[in-house]
């Protein structure tokens, strides 16, 4: 974890619109026990990962676990993450445990690494969507160590958003959203890697990925000395969070184009009246901002760029633009997870885009 510099400031949660101070190092911080309360009493608290903030319930509590999918309206089938303590917690979670998980447990845990496992019998339907599988993490921020730590248990926490949309790096980002409907906002800062854990399924004796990550395919297969499956075989179809081909989208409209098209969409659509986003990568000559173009220049290193793409997206939302155009970011190894995103959240906003396009050729 590291030592904590004195630069750092205290944690803060909000409870119904009022802001309290809490310290995330101390375990009995008697905001963290509000918390616990709180879950303990089946209410959802809203905290941040080192990924996305949670919005977060007592995963063994069938009633609290559905006030997430309310608070969200997100479809009952689409399973939720539990996140636990430690992997000493695993067996609590799941059976029939394979090697591998302890494997990956051991290498990567606490971090953004999901696992799929088959349930335990104390895994409520509501948690799985109906599967007999499961996911668990052990995430690795102060805040959601700490709570997790004093409640216990396993908190099930999806993204603290709507269902389908930008998820929250910050908890300003989950007050504009979900505002009072959470019980608490646990504000732990700007998310440190802003991009949802990456997913591997461990059943039916196969290494699968689900979703990436900030955690590499390489690094996993490094350590379970084998490759992982890219794509699921039919017999061993598991639903996971993040792998609707349309998620993560901002309600402003988002295409993709490489960089030499990039400009020339810009003020196609300036010269149509539109107040355009651009999410710029390369150094170009030809694309400063305008009146009706503003330029978002975005980092150049793939985890620079996952740390603001949700921040920039949320920041263009409030700004009111009518279409976001996003520069192809490169298609090597290390962008895996951020062409995932933009491309779902892409696919999220066809249908905005297909009228707005209709609207252009009348």
Not at 165 to 191: E, N
Not at 228 to 248: E, F
Request: hydrophobic share 40%.
């Amino acid at each position: 974890m590291g030592r904590r510099r004195k630069s750092d400031k205290l944690t803060e949660c909000r409870i119904q619109n009022k802001t309290i101070s809490v310290n995330p190092y101390t375990i009995l911080d008697d905001k963290i026990l509000a918390a616990v309360a709180l879950l303990q009493a089946g209410e959802t608290v809203a905290f941040p990962t080192e990924t996305v903030y949670g919005l977060g319930a007592d995963a063994s509590n069938p009633l609290a676990v559905q006030k997430i999918f309310e608070i969200k309206d997100r479809p009952n089938y689409h399973p939720l993450i539990v996140h636990i303590a430690a992997a000493s917690q695993l067996p609590v979670w799941a059976q029939s445990i394979p090697d591998d998980a302890w494997r990956l447990a051991e290498a990567f845990w606490p971090g953004p690494l999901t696992l799929i496992l088959q349930r335990s019998g104390q895994v409520p339907n509501e948690v799985t969507g109906g599967q007999d599988t499961v996911g668990l993490r052990v995430p690795d921020h102060p805040v959601a160590t700490t709570l997790l730590r004093a409640f216990g248990g396993g908190i099930a926490a999806p993204s603290a958003n709507r269902f389908g949309q930008v998820s929250p790096t910050t908890a300003q980002h989950v007050h504009d959203k979900l505002g009072v409907m959470v019980g608490m906002i646990l504000d732990g800062g700007p998310c440190r890697i802003g991009v949802e854990s990456t997913i591997v399924s461990l059943v039916h004796g196969e290494a699968v990925l689900l979703r990436p990550g900030r955690l590499s395919v390489e690094a996993i297969e490094d350590t379970l000395n084998k490759k992982l499956l890219l794509t699921q075989p039919i017999s061993a179809k598991v639903r996971a969070s993040g792998m609707l081909n349309s998620h993560y989208a901002p309600a402003t409209p988002i295409e993709i184009h490489p960089a030499d098209e990039l400009w020339l969409r810009a003020h196609q659509l300036a010269s149509l009246g539109y107040k355009v986003a651009v999410l710029n990568l390369s150094d170009n000559n030809k694309c400063a901002s305008s009146a009706e173009i503003t330029r978002f220049q975005m980092p150049l290193l793939a985890d620079e760029y996952g740390r603001e793409l949700y921040a920039s997206l949320h920041r263009i939302d409030h700004a009111n633009f009518d279409r976001i155009l996003a520069e192809a970011p490169p298609a090597t190894q290390e962008w895996v997870a951020i062409n995932d995103r933009v491309r779902r959240a892409a696919q999220g906003t066809a249908n905005k885009t297909e009228i707005l396009v209709r609207a252009d050729n009348r």
